[in-house]
Structure formats: structure tokens, C-alpha cells
């Protein structure tokens, strides 16, 4: 190739980037004094479906006076509406930021709870897969294991709740368990779904290999006696099953 098609294959390259740069720059460049139009809510989960919405979030913004519809798009902190709607109980993660087109997006990933506890001291609440508490939300329709007894909101938070994670991840005790009952002692008693009987694990110690021998023991003794043959199955001591017959 000569020198002069070199040449000129470099200056048809360079006016090429140059108009590139210059449609880029045109295209994407925000009128001056654009308004907020609109709020997009975008929730990762469905747990809360029905409580994070557009009018919500807009309802919980304005009365923080942050509301951005209409305002100056210039003039809007996401920041700030960050900082506030992180503080909502039911929120894991929010992040807030602006479209070419003049709207504020907002995404927000949910908590996820792994117990309701409708405690002996007169305590409604929720326990999420991190171990904060929630408040009890009325319009929630899920299934979650109801701990009772002396159940307090430290006990809930710490060792109780590691037990709750456990329940969510597997499949058979999920679906199986129904009640934790916290008696004297912090000592563990489970209601079962299935069956007409009381697991007892007392100390929360090896609740996974207690609950594991449990299941074993349901498949190889009660599925062929029957499920309603004992009122309390105790797996308190290590590698030992007592059964009380009715």
C-alpha cells in the first residue's frame, strides 16, 4: 500500500472517531432544566411485592421531602433518597439513579425472613436470614415457623435464628417443621407438621445432627409403625432416640 492511501485511510478513520464522538456527545446530551417525570421501582424478590410499589416509595419520599417528580433532575440527590429508604426495616438494599429520559429508577433488594415469633412476652416479630429483626407485616402470605414460648429477641436474633436458616435450605424440615417452642432454659421443642407428637432437642447444640437422626428415624420406624404412635420423640442426648408411646 502507497504512503498517500495510508495517509488517506487515516484521515477517513480520524473523521470517522470524530463523528462518533460528536453523534455520542449530541445524542446522549440532557436538554438544560430537564424535570423528574416519573419513579420506577424495581423490587429483586417478591417477599413485599405489594408494599414497594411506585406510589409508595413516592408516599415515603414525600414525607421525608425528597420527592423528585418535578423537580430539576440536576437538583436531585439519589444519594439522600438512598440513605432514607435504606432505613426502612423491610429493605436489604436500595440504589437510586437517573435516566437520559428524566426518571429516577430505584432498585431494592427485600429481606427475607426465616421466623415469625409471637413470643410469651407479649412480642410480635419477624427474624430475616441475617439475624436483624422485622416488624410483622400483615399482608405477607408466607410460610414460616412460628417460634412461641421464651422465645426473647436477643435469643431469636443469635442461636435461634441460625436454626432458621437452616430450616429455609432444607427441603424436608421446611416443609415439616411448623412450631418452635422455647421452654426453660432455652431448651427447643418442635411441632411437626406431620405426626401427632413433640420433638424434643433441648440445647440447640447439633440441632442438624439431632434433626437428621430424627428424619431417619421417620423413615425407617414411623413410616412403617405409624406417625401417631408417640406423643414426644427425644434426641436431647447424643446418639440416642427416646420415644414416649401415648
Request: hydrophobic share 40%; proline share 3%; with cysteine.
Amino acid at each position: 500500500m502507497s504512503i498517500k492511501m495510508r495517509i488517506l485511510l487515516s484521515l477517513v478513520m480520524l473523521l470517522i472517531i470524530a463523528y462518533l464522538c460528536t453523534a455520542f456527545t449530541i445524542f446522549n446530551k440532557k436538554p438544560v432544566g430537564m424535570l423528574c417525570t416519573e419513579i420506577e421501582v424495581t423490587t429483586k424478590d417478591s417477599t413485599f411485592s405489594d408494599l414497594f410499589t411506585a406510589r409508595s416509595i413516592t408516599d415515603i419520599l414525600k414525607q421525608n421531602k425528597l420527592n423528585p417528580i418535578g423537580k430539576d433532575i440536576d437538583s436531585v440527590s439519589t444519594l439522600l433518597m438512598e440513605r432514607e429508604l435504606s432505613q426502612n426495616p423491610l429493605i436489604d438494599n436500595v440504589e437510586c439513579y437517573k435516566t437520559p429520559s428524566g426518571k429516577i429508577r430505584i432498585d431494592i433488594s427485600q429481606k427475607t425472613p426465616v421466623l415469625r415469633v409471637f413470643n410469651g412476652y407479649g412480642e410480635n416479630f419477624l427474624v430475616d436470614n441475617k439475624g436483624s429483626i422485622m416488624p410483622i407485616v400483615a399482608s405477607n402470605a408466607f410460610h414460616l415457623p412460628v417460634v412461641t414460648g421464651q422465645a426473647s429477641k436477643s435469643y431469636c436474633a443469635g442461636k435461634l435464628y441460625e436454626l432458621g436458616i437452616f430450616l429455609q435450605k432444607d427441603a424436608f424440615w421446611r416443609a415439616q417443621v411448623e412450631q418452635i417452642n422455647v421452654v426453660a432454659g432455652n431448651n427447643i421443642e418442635i411441632v411437626p407438621r406431620v405426626g401427632d407428637h413433640i420433638i424434643y432437642l433441648g440445647q440447640l447444640d447439633d440441632y442438624e445432627k439431632k434433626l437428621r437422626r430424627v428424619e431417619k428415624f421417620y423413615t425407617k420406624a414411623l413410616n412403617k409403625i405409624g406417625w401417631n404412635k408417640y406423643e414426644r420423640i427425644n434426641v436431647e442426648l447424643s446418639n440416642q432416640i427416646i420415644c414416649t408411646k401415648k
